[in-house]
């Protein structure tokens, strides 16, 4: 455990380091953010005081020195479009992004768990073969072109959905911080379209992974005993092979859960989702190449800590990696 | 081969091992081995401690069995004489050069004197490869000057040798049972005209009738080639069968080395006694073995003294403490118990 | 040669292809989309990348068969004035091309580092996979934007239009190449303790030649199985990517850049321009994903899924 | 209570309306502050903050100041706040270059001030259009970090940033950069005639042109702008909205580098060019007419319109050219163009493309968002750069200064003339034009320069972009419009 | 009198892609209370088919073509699923080759008992801890009530398939079926093993059926011997007087080639070639391609087991 959260860690702040020198490197090859902050009479001359001013006419190293010491202080720098501290930026942003994620997850669990379950059970049936059937579509389409269709369908002919933004939210913590809109039924109804076009790159993935890890733990001596020990149905289908069939299942979820704020720059586009994705798109648009950094260096984060809660997560339900020392 | 007296008395050691260890550090990279112990951060390494302190010779054209239970340290042992692991620490001559610390390139020539047969029938052949290719292979890297036609022929004589039909040449192993899978297998091993050959438990994984084939198989090529044989196996019946000597292992240390008919006539170490009276045989009704106590331990976890003495119904306070010495009975045998050497009553 | 043709008739993948339907079906189609992209300069009524004959004036015409379409134009025309029909090859012949490469890209680095690090072990496994993870948790939009600045700045604009597929290819040969490398590792820590692996070791066999020659050929099962699935992600890539204006130029569509620019004219009633490249880019996509799905079941039901 | 929700593509960047010159600025600038005077649709002055204005001499102004009109908090509008704003002015960097030709103001009494000009200036008033005043009461001292409380900071907080205090129609009541604004109608609003009945705006950023229509559509918002030339016919078909357009005043432009490119030198390339282009045809297809065909920089009822300069395009005329010029075969050069700053920009470079082919210019188009677009066209990577340009002084020789004038670092002139046209005449013509306050001889000058860059085809005009606008039935747009792109929210009415 | 179990012509096909395969063709054998039947055979014999056949546990696409399996004279092969699984478990229990396989690893020990018996009896945790507990006992676990709470990975293999046996005890069945349970296992704690086995099912007269391929462990453990050859039985009888003196050419020269009975170094019996595949087994005796004794008939006919004057059963023409 303690060796775990140390290789975290470390790992953490490689990707951070990696992450950071890449947005350093490539910031000047973006555009120049001055040109968005101003208009379009100032001339080079004033330009190039604001850049003075800015720090960023400085070599790359002094530039990113700087950076990192500021970085240690937790100080990502300014956003130049919010103008405001980058992290304060993308921490606003943050509750939209998660929720989207959390929805779309929710989404994906709810649904894959029983197909995938069912299908593993009764690969012969209708059902089953439609749901396979309608995952490899579902694989098959690209996530613009499903948000677009539901857009089109449910927002634009039928008016059922919001097509677009996050609708009403109502405050969390009652400091401003999370804005959810899991609380009111506007905010419900605007989550709906997108959190099902997310949903919809992974959850052919995870119908299709559940299936077949059941459809191999079926295939195991345990359960072939279990049934020898005369159980009934559900309790091996529902228990032990189950059980069994979640652990891969989590760490794979894990790992597309982190793939899944990548996706979100897609899903967000299309449905205007303020969230990070969305700034992220538009912070490069603008050059905001603070936002920029500090975002990559947030997801990154994120990846590695799901990661982490996952691992843990794996090592709660596997009985057989709680020893430690062993990988 | 053993049964050929000159050769047995003639003593010319081909393999020797000398005081062989091996371990296996487990613990992966400096991260975990790094552990919080009473708030203070401590770096502890796991090994397992597969082969502990392992002499042998071999002399030529014997056959010499290992046997032991599983994860004694057979495998590692036969790994660590033929290159595949380097030891932590020991020798190993072959024929008097020492190749236990020889580069990939000086090794070479050792590599042509030296083959080795695998257990499993199923993984040891090239899935990709056909049979052609898989006896090509040795026998073009060792010698590359040889003409296309010397290959072939030396391919087809080695085939009819160990009975598998050469127009087979093109197919691939899934095409063959187990058993035929098992020829090929000796046949790779036998292209390049070894001396040695290291068979890790060659026969394990066949049923009884096609076992016996392999067996007489090796048998006569040993006999026609001369071959030294270092043989490793958990079956108590082939190993009296096959072998002239045998070697017993328990937890990657050597207990017994011994001749094989005294062996099976008066085994000397408590756990060869064991061991012996365990291997069921046709006819026998009641199973008479000797019970042993205890719990199989870990290599990780070594017992201290004589790694036997847990399961031991001899094991006194010496047994715990003090690692026992290899001593040498009267019929040649080397045994290493502190029981056989204070001649403790046994029976 | 003969051997081999007569060998894989007796194949059981050949077998079970011959009892699948949809399998032998969907490679029907992607024999046809594979000719398509292949001759589409020849059967293409008109060239859309060529300016010169393409006409502005011409732009928005619906499909043929409704009121105000033309037999000139028989899947009507884009927002440009080009023809959507020879468009749609051509974009397909991009999404074939950028695919294929992207893969073969994807395939090579994971494959250098999949064998390196399965057949290794220890810290170069470490570190390698540790990369692979990191460049995992990257968005490849960010690998794109990256990757274009850099180009940009080798090459300058002019030559843009000759380099976006080269560009393209990189880019999502560059993200996606952990894909091959995990998997290609995990066939490998599986071959290699195989003992044939250690049979040629005991020839005396050095280890590139081991690695390549002997557990390569085995983790190519595997390889082949995720490389059908892989050049269907690629191709949805360069569709996103083109999607997102950062693919494709847009004198040179592609079959995603049309979808895009499509979706600002599918609330007007101009449906054509994204739904016929959409059902072209699905259909084809699908294809490829059922043969993929076939080759699984076929050649390795237990490879990992994710 | 009425309450207008309106979806634009961008929302203002602060709070603090001199931290930038840009279209949105003013329009926030409009819809919370007031200026001296304002322009009507027909492009006449129009008093606000100043009732009454009369010419002292050459170089002077004099205003006369609406009485009793309060600032949002509280504190009374006088003519400290005129001359304390102008003075704010003058260190933003954006605001500097544009009042660059005043001296300053001087203070009469509390409700007069004189506006003094360095030279002769003919586009006083015009420029009195920028003039918003700020409460300089509530803009003194220091925040709680420090700062000056009239810091314009151009990143990073600012107490403007986030805190305002206008005369205007509406206060910012909550503000989510990127997300949401919120204006509630200011309760002391002076201009107690205005037929304006909306209580509330709430103003949501969406940046893509589909979603923004589907919002309309869809009844989320009540008000759109801009609206994609593609979704006209739907939102017409549509019961429940209505579309309205007004000329305006950007021209879209190419222009055609000659120092990177030889072959742009003779100008019967340029010509050909020029020829060559189908600007009407673009106007047709791309803009679904929601432009006008161009033929020169500035725009009917600008000064130096000159009518008899009409768009060519004929293509036989084009190609004979070329062959003149001795380039039958034609040549290759390449194109940039923003891809998210005009209307269809990007498309219109493609049909440009298309077109040139036709007389054999091969052209490699790239196109890019404008945050890296104003990079590259500075340092003019490309031999033919898209620009569009509206003139802050809805004149026309703003272009010329701009765009046309021999690029020259120090005087700022030709900031914006990428094609590295450079031409005597038009320079002197351009220069004189600024101080000749008399009108009539004003127009003949800046026509002449017209018809010079006219006749030297001395860059590609194709069209003045027109302003789109869409909302409910019931929301009155057409009257609070204008070419300026301001919609005037005080006034606008929901029935 | 009717027996424990009676197998009648069990004939199990395996429905495959291109045709059914017949991996057990038309056996027969009884057991009674407290016998111990061996059945041995070379691998793809059919002896795991047996096994499963019995509790009607055939993993997919395998089926009872025909025949008949009589538990106390109920047909077992008929049985409704929820029937059947009243039985399996309870009156007839299995245990498996692979130790390490056969338990859940994700769940403890106490529940893989405890879920055993709720299974089958109305009764609490807490009775059915105390039933578990007892026979943890049984089977030399030492220090039960720690172990209930451990998972599988924390024991030894031989441990485990105590536990496996112990499970297999739980509802204390009338017969025991044992498929290859030492093969993973060493020789020593096999001993163990089969001790326990035998010990067993001589305290609580328990039928049971030892597929194996060992012969020793056979002839050790049991007292009646069926031999298997290509799904079909070929020999039959009292287990010393087949293994011993067999009778049929197979089991001769299984037993013959057995390494223990020859001298060191001398050559081995070895039976030529190898069993034929399932699909395709020569007409006529199976064992004909291999068999040094063979004659016309035994390439068409297929031969029916007899009894021999030493009163074993034996499917050989040339007897
Ligand atoms: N490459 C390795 N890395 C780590 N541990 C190893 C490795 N190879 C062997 N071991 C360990 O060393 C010990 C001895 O293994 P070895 O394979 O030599 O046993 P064995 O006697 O051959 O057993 P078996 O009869 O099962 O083949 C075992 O505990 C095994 O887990
Ligand atoms: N699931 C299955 N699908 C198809 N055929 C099967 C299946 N299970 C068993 N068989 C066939 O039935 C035959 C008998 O198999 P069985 O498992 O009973 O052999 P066995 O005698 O137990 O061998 P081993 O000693 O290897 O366990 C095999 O030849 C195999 O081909
Ligand atoms: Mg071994
Ligand atoms: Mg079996």
Redesign the pocket.
Same mark, same amino acid.
């Given at each position: 455990m303690f060796a775990f959260i140390i290789r975290r860690t470390t790992q953490a702040i490689f990707v951070m380091l990696v992450i950071s020198m890449i947005g350093f490197a490539i910031k000047n090859k973006i555009g120049d953010p001055v040109r968005d902050m101003v208009g379009e009479r100032v001339t080079p001359a004033e330009r190039a005081e604001i850049r003075e001013q800015l720090g960023l006419n400085d070599p790359f190293t002094k530039q990113y020195v700087r950076f990192l010491k500021n970085a240690a202080h937790g100080d990502l720098g300014l956003s130049f479009f919010y103008k405001k501290p980058a992290l304060e930026v993308i921490i606003a942003k943050a509750p939209a992004t998660m929720e989207l994620v959390f929805g779309a997850g929710l989404i994906i669990v709810l649904v894959s768990l029983p197909l995938g379950v069912y299908t593993a059970l009764r690969p012969r049936s209708f059902l089953s073969r439609f749901t396979m059937g309608f995952s490899t579509l579902g694989v098959s389409m690209p996530v613009f072109l499903t948000a677009i269709m539901l857009i089109y369908i449910f927002g634009v002919q039928l008016h059922w959905l919001p097509s677009y933004g996050r609708g009403e939210t109502v405050d969390l913590f009652g400091n401003g911080w999370w804005q959810s809109g899991f609380f009111t039924l506007d905010g419900l109804k605007h989550l709906i379209l997108p959190c099902v076009s997310l949903a919809s790159i992974m959850l052919p993935l995870f119908i299709r992974l559940i299936r077949s890890e059941m459809m191999e733990v079926l295939e195991t001596e345990y359960i072939k005993f279990a049934w020898a020990k005369g159980l009934p149905p559900m309790r091996i289908w529902m228990v032990h092979a189950f059980k069994n069939t979640l652990l891969p299942v989590v760490t794979v979820f894990g790992v597309q859960i982190g793939i899944m704020f990548a996706f979100t720059i897609l899903t967000e586009t299309v449905f205007q989702w303020q969230g990070m994705g969305y700034m992220f798109l538009e912070a490069v648009e603008r050059s905001d190449i603070s936002l920029l950094i500090t975002y990559l260096i947030v997801v990154g984060s994120i990846f590695v800590i799901v990661n982490t809660v996952v691992d843990i997560l794996y090592g709660l339900i596997n009985p057989t990696v709680r020893i430690a020392g062993r990988k | 081969m053993p049964y050929d007296i000159e050769a047995m008395n003639n003593n010319t050691p081909i393999l020797t091992i000398k005081n062989v260890v091996k371990h296996?550090d $487990?613990s992966g990279g400096l991260l975990d081995q790094l552990k919080l112990k009473n708030g203070r951060i401590v770096r502890e390494k796991t090994t397992?401690k597969?082969?502990n302190d392992v002499s042998l010779t071999i002399n030529k054209g014997e056959t010499l069995s290992v046997v &032991? /239970?599983? @994860?004694? &340290?057979?495998? %590692?042992?036969a790994r660590v004489v033929m290159g595949l692991?380097p030891p932590n620490a020991g020798e190993i001559y072959y024929k008097g050069d020492r190749i236990d610390h020889l580069t990939h390139k000086e090794m070479l020539p050792f590599r042509k004197k030296m083959q080795m047969i695998f257990?499993d029938p199923y993984a040891s052949l090239n899935p990709r490869k056909t049979v052609k290719q898989t006896l090509e292979e040795p026998l073009r890297f060792h010698n590359p000057k040889m003409s296309r036609t010397a290959i072939h022929d030396k391919i087809i004589s080695v085939m009819k040798q160990v009975g598998v039909d050469p127009a087979w040449s093109s197919r691939y192993p899934h095409e063959f049972s187990g058993g035929q899978r098992q020829r090929i297998s000796i046949a790779r091993a036998l292209i390049l005209d070894p001396d040695l050959i290291v068979a890790? /438990?060659p026969v394990s994984a066949l049923d009884v009738s096609i076992q016996a084939q392999i067996l007489n198989l090796l048998m006569d090529a040993g006999r026609e080639r001369g071959l030294t044989y270092l043989f $490793?196996t958990?079956d108590l019946s082939v190993v009296e069968h096959i072998s002239s000597r045998v070697a017993v292992?328990y937890l @990657?240390t050597l207990c017994e080395l011994a001749k094989t008919e005294d062996l099976f006539a008066t085994p000397a170490h408590p756990y060869t006694r064991a061991l012996l009276s365990a291997i069921p045989r046709v006819g026998e009704t009641k199973p008479k073995n000797i019970k042993l106590k205890g719990e199989v331990p %870990?290599?990780v976890n070594l017992p201290t003294g004589c790694v036997f003495h847990g399961r031991c119904v001899y094991a006194n306070e010496r047994c715990i403490n003090e690692v026992p010495k290899r001593t040498l009975l009267d019929n040649g045998t080397l045994v290493a118990c502190h029981a056989v050497e204070e001649n403790r009553d046994m029976d | 040669m003969k051997n081999s043709i007569k060998r894989f008739k007796e194949s059981y993948l050949f077998y079970s292809f011959k009892r699948d339907k949809i399998a032998m079906a969907s490679f029907g189609i992607l024999v046809i989309f594979l000719l398509l992209s292949l001759a589409a300069p020849l059967i293409s009524p008109y060239n859309p990348y060529d300016a010169t004959t393409t006409d502005i004036m011409n732009s928005e015409i619906p499909p043929v068969f409704m009121d105000e379409g033309t037999s000139e134009f028989l899947l009507g025309t884009d927002n440009m004035g080009r023809d959507l029909l020879s468009t749609m090859f051509y974009g397909l012949r991009i999404s074939v091309l950028i695919g294929l490469g992207a893969v073969f890209l994807q395939a090579t680095i994971g494959i250098l580092v999949g064998l390196t690090a399965g057949y290794m072990g220890g810290k170069v496994d470490a570190v390698l996979m540790r990369i692979a993870d990191i460049q995992f948790s990257f968005p490849y939009l960010m690998v794109a934007i990256f990757i274009s600045a850099i180009f940009q700045l080798m090459f300058g604009i002019g030559s843009f239009e000759k380099l976006a597929v080269p560009l393209l290819v990189v880019i999502i040969g560059l993200a996606e190449w952990p894909v091959y490398a995990r998997t290609i590792r995990a066939s490998v820590m599986g071959e290699k303790n195989k003992e044939y692996v250690e049979a040629a070791r005991v020839i005396g066999l050095s280890q590139p030649v081991i690695m390549f020659r002997h557990v390569l050929p085995n983790t190519l099962t595997s390889v082949m199985v995720i490389s059908t699935i892989q050049v269907a992600n690629a191709v949805m890539s360069e569709a996103a990517l083109s999607f997102l204006g950062l693919g494709m130029p847009v004198t040179m569509p592609s079959l995603g850049s049309l979808i895009k620019s499509g979706f600002e004219y599918i609330f007007s009633g101009i449906w054509w321009i994204t739904i016929f490249p959409g059902i072209f880019l699905i259909l084809f996509v699908l294809v490829i994903n059922l043969l993929g799905d076939w080759l699984r079941d076929v050649l390795n039901p237990k490879l990992y899924k994710g | 209570a009425k309450t207008l929700k309106v979806g634009l593509d961008a929302d203002p960047v602060s709070l603090d309306i001199h931290v930038q010159l840009s279209g949105g600025m003013l329009q926030l600038s409009h819809w919370s502050f007031d200026p001296l005077v304002r322009w009507t649709q027909e492009m006449k002055f129009e008093p606000r903050l100043a009732t009454k204005w009369e010419r002292m001499d050459d170089l002077t102004m004099r205003f006369y100041l609406r009485k009793g009109v309060k600032f949002h908090s509280g504190n009374p509008f006088t003519a400290k706040d005129v001359k304390w704003t102008f003075d704010r002015m003058r260190t933003s960097v954006d605001y500097k270059g544009l009042i660059e030709p005043f001296v300053g103001i001087d203070i009469v009494d509390d409700y007069t001030i004189d506006i003094k000009t360095k030279k002769p200036y003919a586009l006083l008033l015009n420029m009195a259009t920028y003039f918003f005043p700020m409460d300089s009461a509530f803009y003194t001292g220091t925040d709680e970090n420090g700062q000056p409380k009239d810091a314009i900071v151009k990143i990073g907080p600012s107490f403007a940033l986030n805190h305002m205090s206008g005369t205007g129609p509406y206060v910012v009541t909550s503000r989510e950069h990127g997300v949401k604004v919120v204006f509630d109608r200011f309760k002391d609003y002076w201009d107690t005639k205005s037929p304006g009945n909306v209580d509330q705006i709430i103003l949501t950023p969406i940046k893509e042109d589909a979603t923004r229509v589907a919002a309309l559509l869809s009844g989320d918002v009540d008000f759109i702008s801009p609206v994609p030339p593609q979704d006209f016919k739907r939102i017409d078909k549509d019961s429940h909205v209505k579309l309205v357009t007004i000329n305006g005043g950007r021209i879209i432009s190419f222009q055609m580098n000659s120092d990177r490119r030889p072959e742009f030198k003779d100008v019967r390339v340029r010509q050909a060019m020029v020829y060559a282009v189908n600007n009407a045809g673009i106007v047709k297809k791309l803009m679904k007419g929601t432009a006008t065909v161009a033929g020169q920089q500035g725009p009917e009822g600008y000064a130096g319109y000159k009518a008899s300069l009409k768009p060519r395009y004929d293509l036989k005329k084009a190609k004979a050219l070329m062959k003149e010029a001795g380039f039958a075969k034609g040549f290759e050069c390449t194109m940039i163009a923003p891809n998210n700053r005009y209307v269809k920009d990007e498309k219109i470079a493609e049909a440009v493309v298309q077109m040139l082919a036709k007389i054999n210019i091969k052209v490699n188009l790239k196109t890019m968002p404008k945050a890296q677009y104003w990079d590259e066209f500075d340092a003019k990577v490309a031999d033919i750069q898209m620009l569009g340009w509206h003139s802050d002084t809805e004149d026309s020789g703003n272009f010329s200064e701009f765009l046309i004038m021999c690029p020259n670092k120090e005087t700022g002139h030709g900031q914006y003339n990428s094609g590295m046209y450079c031409n005597k005449t038009v320079d002197e013509l351009t220069l004189a034009a600024q101080s000749e306050t008399d009108l009539a001889k004003r127009a003949s000058m800046l026509q002449e320069i017209e018809q010079i860059l006219y006749d030297d085809a001395a860059f590609m005009p194709l069209h003045w972009q027109n302003l789109s606008y869409a909302g409910k039935k019931n929301v009155e747009i057409a009257p609070v419009i204008n070419s300026m792109n301001f919609p005037y929210f005080g006034d606008i009415v929901v029935k | 009198m009717s027996h424990l179990l009676e197998v009648q012509d069990l004939k199990v096909k395996f429905a495959l892609r291109f045709g059914d395969l017949t991996a057990i063709d038309g056996i027969s054998f009884t057991l009674d209370k407290g016998e111990r039947l061996g059945i041995v055979g070379e691998s793809g014999a059919g002896k795991s088919v047996t096994g499963f056949a019995i509790i009607n546990l055939l993993s997919k696409p395998g089926f009872i073509a025909e025949g008949k399996v009589l538990f106390k004279g109920q047909d077992l092969s008929t049985l409704p699923g929820r029937e059947m699984r009243k039985i399996r478990g309870n009156r007839i229990s299995m245990i498996f080759q692979d130790p390490m396989m056969t338990l859940n690893p994700v769940f403890t020990i106490g529940t893989q008992m405890v879920e055993t018996l709720k299974a089958h009896r109305n009764i609490t945790t807490q009775e059915a801890e105390k039933i578990a507990l007892e026979k943890l006992r049984k089977v030399h676990i030492p220090s039960p009530e720690k172990r209930l709470a451990q998972y599988p990975h924390e024991f030894s293999g031989g441990m485990r398939q105590r536990i496996i046996i112990a499970i297999s005890l739980l509802n204390d069945p009338a017969i025991i079926i044992a498929d290859e349970p030492t093969t993973a296992l060493d020789v020593t704690i096999q001993a163990e093993i089969m001790d326990l086995l035998q010990e067993l099912c001589q305290e609580e007269e328990m039928g049971l059926i030892l597929i194996t391929h060992d012969l020793g462990v056979v002839s050790q453990v049991t007292e009646k011997i069926a031999v298997m050859y290509a799904g079909k039985i070929i020999e039959t009888g009292d287990t010393q007087t087949v293994v011993t003196d067999p009778s049929h050419p197979y089991t001769r020269g299984l037993i013959k080639s057995l390494p223990g009975a020859l001298k060191t170094g001398e050559k081995l019996y070895q039976i030529p070639g190898m069993m034929p595949n399932l699909t395709a087994i020569p007409p006529g005796c199976a064992f004909n391609p291999r068999c040094n004794l063979k004659d016309e008939i035994c390439l068409k006919e297929v031969p029916l087991l007899k009894r021999t004057e030493k009163g074993i059963m034996a499917a050989c023409h040339m007897i």
């Amino acid at each position: 455990m303690f060796a775990f959260i140390i290789r975290r860690t470390t790992q953490a702040i490689f990707v951070m380091l990696v992450i950071s020198m890449i947005g350093f490197a490539i910031k000047n090859k973006i555009g120049d953010p001055v040109r968005d902050m101003v208009g379009e009479r100032v001339t080079p001359a004033e330009r190039a005081e604001i850049r003075e001013q800015l720090g960023l006419n400085d070599p790359f190293t002094k530039q990113y020195v700087r950076f990192l010491k500021n970085a240690a202080h937790g100080d990502l720098g300014l956003s130049f479009f919010y103008k405001k501290p980058a992290l304060e930026v993308i921490i606003a942003k943050a509750p939209a992004t998660m929720e989207l994620v959390f929805g779309a997850g929710l989404i994906i669990v709810l649904v894959s768990l029983p197909l995938g379950v069912y299908t593993a059970l009764r690969p012969r049936s209708f059902l089953s073969r439609f749901t396979m059937g309608f995952s490899t579509l579902g694989v098959s389409m690209p996530v613009f072109l499903t948000a677009i269709m539901l857009i089109y369908i449910f927002g634009v002919q039928l008016h059922w959905l919001p097509s677009y933004g996050r609708g009403e939210t109502v405050d969390l913590f009652g400091n401003g911080w999370w804005q959810s809109g899991f609380f009111t039924l506007d905010g419900l109804k605007h989550l709906i379209l997108p959190c099902v076009s997310l949903a919809s790159i992974m959850l052919p993935l995870f119908i299709r992974l559940i299936r077949s890890e059941m459809m191999e733990v079926l295939e195991t001596e345990y359960i072939k005993f279990a049934w020898a020990k005369g159980l009934p149905p559900m309790r091996i289908w529902m228990v032990h092979a189950f059980k069994n069939t979640l652990l891969p299942v989590v760490t794979v979820f894990g790992v597309q859960i982190g793939i899944m704020f990548a996706f979100t720059i897609l899903t967000e586009t299309v449905f205007q989702w303020q969230g990070m994705g969305y700034m992220f798109l538009e912070a490069v648009e603008r050059s905001d190449i603070s936002l920029l950094i500090t975002y990559l260096i947030v997801v990154g984060s994120i990846f590695v800590i799901v990661n982490t809660v996952v691992d843990i997560l794996y090592g709660l339900i596997n009985p057989t990696v709680r020893i430690a020392g062993r990988k | 081969m053993p049964y050929d007296i000159e050769a047995m008395n003639n003593n010319t050691p081909i393999l020797t091992i000398k005081n062989v260890v091996k371990h296996f550090d $487990i613990s992966g990279g400096l991260l975990d081995q790094l552990k919080l112990k009473n708030g203070r951060i401590v770096r502890e390494k796991t090994t397992v401690k597969a082969v502990n302190d392992v002499s042998l010779t071999i002399n030529k054209g014997e056959t010499l069995s290992v046997v &032991g /239970e599983s @994860g004694c &340290g057979k495998s %590692t042992l036969a790994r660590v004489v033929m290159g595949l692991y380097p030891p932590n620490a020991g020798e190993i001559y072959y024929k008097g050069d020492r190749i236990d610390h020889l580069t990939h390139k000086e090794m070479l020539p050792f590599r042509k004197k030296m083959q080795m047969i695998f257990q499993d029938p199923y993984a040891s052949l090239n899935p990709r490869k056909t049979v052609k290719q898989t006896l090509e292979e040795p026998l073009r890297f060792h010698n590359p000057k040889m003409s296309r036609t010397a290959i072939h022929d030396k391919i087809i004589s080695v085939m009819k040798q160990v009975g598998v039909d050469p127009a087979w040449s093109s197919r691939y192993p899934h095409e063959f049972s187990g058993g035929q899978r098992q020829r090929i297998s000796i046949a790779r091993a036998l292209i390049l005209d070894p001396d040695l050959i290291v068979a890790d /438990e060659p026969v394990s994984a066949l049923d009884v009738s096609i076992q016996a084939q392999i067996l007489n198989l090796l048998m006569d090529a040993g006999r026609e080639r001369g071959l030294t044989y270092l043989f $490793i196996t958990h079956d108590l019946s082939v190993v009296e069968h096959i072998s002239s000597r045998v070697a017993v292992m328990y937890l @990657g240390t050597l207990c017994e080395l011994a001749k094989t008919e005294d062996l099976f006539a008066t085994p000397a170490h408590p756990y060869t006694r064991a061991l012996l009276s365990a291997i069921p045989r046709v006819g026998e009704t009641k199973p008479k073995n000797i019970k042993l106590k205890g719990e199989v331990p %870990t290599p990780v976890n070594l017992p201290t003294g004589c790694v036997f003495h847990g399961r031991c119904v001899y094991a006194n306070e010496r047994c715990i403490n003090e690692v026992p010495k290899r001593t040498l009975l009267d019929n040649g045998t080397l045994v290493a118990c502190h029981a056989v050497e204070e001649n403790r009553d046994m029976d | 040669m003969k051997n081999s043709i007569k060998r894989f008739k007796e194949s059981y993948l050949f077998y079970s292809f011959k009892r699948d339907k949809i399998a032998m079906a969907s490679f029907g189609i992607l024999v046809i989309f594979l000719l398509l992209s292949l001759a589409a300069p020849l059967i293409s009524p008109y060239n859309p990348y060529d300016a010169t004959t393409t006409d502005i004036m011409n732009s928005e015409i619906p499909p043929v068969f409704m009121d105000e379409g033309t037999s000139e134009f028989l899947l009507g025309t884009d927002n440009m004035g080009r023809d959507l029909l020879s468009t749609m090859f051509y974009g397909l012949r991009i999404s074939v091309l950028i695919g294929l490469g992207a893969v073969f890209l994807q395939a090579t680095i994971g494959i250098l580092v999949g064998l390196t690090a399965g057949y290794m072990g220890g810290k170069v496994d470490a570190v390698l996979m540790r990369i692979a993870d990191i460049q995992f948790s990257f968005p490849y939009l960010m690998v794109a934007i990256f990757i274009s600045a850099i180009f940009q700045l080798m090459f300058g604009i002019g030559s843009f239009e000759k380099l976006a597929v080269p560009l393209l290819v990189v880019i999502i040969g560059l993200a996606e190449w952990p894909v091959y490398a995990r998997t290609i590792r995990a066939s490998v820590m599986g071959e290699k303790n195989k003992e044939y692996v250690e049979a040629a070791r005991v020839i005396g066999l050095s280890q590139p030649v081991i690695m390549f020659r002997h557990v390569l050929p085995n983790t190519l099962t595997s390889v082949m199985v995720i490389s059908t699935i892989q050049v269907a992600n690629a191709v949805m890539s360069e569709a996103a990517l083109s999607f997102l204006g950062l693919g494709m130029p847009v004198t040179m569509p592609s079959l995603g850049s049309l979808i895009k620019s499509g979706f600002e004219y599918i609330f007007s009633g101009i449906w054509w321009i994204t739904i016929f490249p959409g059902i072209f880019l699905i259909l084809f996509v699908l294809v490829i994903n059922l043969l993929g799905d076939w080759l699984r079941d076929v050649l390795n039901p237990k490879l990992y899924k994710g | 209570a009425k309450t207008l929700k309106v979806g634009l593509d961008a929302d203002p960047v602060s709070l603090d309306i001199h931290v930038q010159l840009s279209g949105g600025m003013l329009q926030l600038s409009h819809w919370s502050f007031d200026p001296l005077v304002r322009w009507t649709q027909e492009m006449k002055f129009e008093p606000r903050l100043a009732t009454k204005w009369e010419r002292m001499d050459d170089l002077t102004m004099r205003f006369y100041l609406r009485k009793g009109v309060k600032f949002h908090s509280g504190n009374p509008f006088t003519a400290k706040d005129v001359k304390w704003t102008f003075d704010r002015m003058r260190t933003s960097v954006d605001y500097k270059g544009l009042i660059e030709p005043f001296v300053g103001i001087d203070i009469v009494d509390d409700y007069t001030i004189d506006i003094k000009t360095k030279k002769p200036y003919a586009l006083l008033l015009n420029m009195a259009t920028y003039f918003f005043p700020m409460d300089s009461a509530f803009y003194t001292g220091t925040d709680e970090n420090g700062q000056p409380k009239d810091a314009i900071v151009k990143i990073g907080p600012s107490f403007a940033l986030n805190h305002m205090s206008g005369t205007g129609p509406y206060v910012v009541t909550s503000r989510e950069h990127g997300v949401k604004v919120v204006f509630d109608r200011f309760k002391d609003y002076w201009d107690t005639k205005s037929p304006g009945n909306v209580d509330q705006i709430i103003l949501t950023p969406i940046k893509e042109d589909a979603t923004r229509v589907a919002a309309l559509l869809s009844g989320d918002v009540d008000f759109i702008s801009p609206v994609p030339p593609q979704d006209f016919k739907r939102i017409d078909k549509d019961s429940h909205v209505k579309l309205v357009t007004i000329n305006g005043g950007r021209i879209i432009s190419f222009q055609m580098n000659s120092d990177r490119r030889p072959e742009f030198k003779d100008v019967r390339v340029r010509q050909a060019m020029v020829y060559a282009v189908n600007n009407a045809g673009i106007v047709k297809k791309l803009m679904k007419g929601t432009a006008t065909v161009a033929g020169q920089q500035g725009p009917e009822g600008y000064a130096g319109y000159k009518a008899s300069l009409k768009p060519r395009y004929d293509l036989k005329k084009a190609k004979a050219l070329m062959k003149e010029a001795g380039f039958a075969k034609g040549f290759e050069c390449t194109m940039i163009a923003p891809n998210n700053r005009y209307v269809k920009d990007e498309k219109i470079a493609e049909a440009v493309v298309q077109m040139l082919a036709k007389i054999n210019i091969k052209v490699n188009l790239k196109t890019m968002p404008k945050a890296q677009y104003w990079d590259e066209f500075d340092a003019k990577v490309a031999d033919i750069q898209m620009l569009g340009w509206h003139s802050d002084t809805e004149d026309s020789g703003n272009f010329s200064e701009f765009l046309i004038m021999c690029p020259n670092k120090e005087t700022g002139h030709g900031q914006y003339n990428s094609g590295m046209y450079c031409n005597k005449t038009v320079d002197e013509l351009t220069l004189a034009a600024q101080s000749e306050t008399d009108l009539a001889k004003r127009a003949s000058m800046l026509q002449e320069i017209e018809q010079i860059l006219y006749d030297d085809a001395a860059f590609m005009p194709l069209h003045w972009q027109n302003l789109s606008y869409a909302g409910k039935k019931n929301v009155e747009i057409a009257p609070v419009i204008n070419s300026m792109n301001f919609p005037y929210f005080g006034d606008i009415v929901v029935k | 009198m009717s027996h424990l179990l009676e197998v009648q012509d069990l004939k199990v096909k395996f429905a495959l892609r291109f045709g059914d395969l017949t991996a057990i063709d038309g056996i027969s054998f009884t057991l009674d209370k407290g016998e111990r039947l061996g059945i041995v055979g070379e691998s793809g014999a059919g002896k795991s088919v047996t096994g499963f056949a019995i509790i009607n546990l055939l993993s997919k696409p395998g089926f009872i073509a025909e025949g008949k399996v009589l538990f106390k004279g109920q047909d077992l092969s008929t049985l409704p699923g929820r029937e059947m699984r009243k039985i399996r478990g309870n009156r007839i229990s299995m245990i498996f080759q692979d130790p390490m396989m056969t338990l859940n690893p994700v769940f403890t020990i106490g529940t893989q008992m405890v879920e055993t018996l709720k299974a089958h009896r109305n009764i609490t945790t807490q009775e059915a801890e105390k039933i578990a507990l007892e026979k943890l006992r049984k089977v030399h676990i030492p220090s039960p009530e720690k172990r209930l709470a451990q998972y599988p990975h924390e024991f030894s293999g031989g441990m485990r398939q105590r536990i496996i046996i112990a499970i297999s005890l739980l509802n204390d069945p009338a017969i025991i079926i044992a498929d290859e349970p030492t093969t993973a296992l060493d020789v020593t704690i096999q001993a163990e093993i089969m001790d326990l086995l035998q010990e067993l099912c001589q305290e609580e007269e328990m039928g049971l059926i030892l597929i194996t391929h060992d012969l020793g462990v056979v002839s050790q453990v049991t007292e009646k011997i069926a031999v298997m050859y290509a799904g079909k039985i070929i020999e039959t009888g009292d287990t010393q007087t087949v293994v011993t003196d067999p009778s049929h050419p197979y089991t001769r020269g299984l037993i013959k080639s057995l390494p223990g009975a020859l001298k060191t170094g001398e050559k081995l019996y070895q039976i030529p070639g190898m069993m034929p595949n399932l699909t395709a087994i020569p007409p006529g005796c199976a064992f004909n391609p291999r068999c040094n004794l063979k004659d016309e008939i035994c390439l068409k006919e297929v031969p029916l087991l007899k009894r021999t004057e030493k009163g074993i059963m034996a499917a050989c023409h040339m007897i």
